[in-house]
């Protein structure tokens, strides 16, 4: 396997996991046991009126949740697209000796 094709084969998984992480969902579990979605990554699914109705300290718990999953789900997603576009520019020249 040539370089080029390795740094494309990872840069893919990279950038598929990254956004795979953005998508999915986060829960807080509440003393009573029952789930308080909190939407994904991006903060779409979030209700804040169902999860401060339950209480207001659940939306700043969510809001760290989503901003924990963004830190490293963002730069996962970079170093991805930025291996494959490394992967398509680089020199043809040097794969083919």
């Known amino acids: 396997m040539s370089v080029r094709t390795f740094a494309f084969?990872?840069?893919?998984?990279?950038?598929l996991g990254g956004g795979?992480?953005?998508f999915v969902t986060l829960a807080v579990e509440a003393p009573s046991g029952s789930l308080i979605p909190c939407g994904n990554s991006l903060g779409l699914g979030f209700d804040e009126p169902a999860a401060s109705a339950v209480s207001p300290a659940y939306v700043d718990i969510c809001a760290d949740l989503r901003h924990?999953?963004?830190l490293w789900a963002l730069p996962m997603a970079a170093v991805g697209v930025l291996?494959?576009?490394?992967?398509?520019v680089g020199s043809r020249r040097a794969t083919r000796r």
């Open 9 to 15: 084969v990872v840069g893919l998984a990279f950038l």
């Open 68 to 70: 924990r999953r963004l």
């Open 83 to 88: 291996l494959l576009i490394g992967s398509l």
């Open 20 to 22: 795979a992480i953005l």
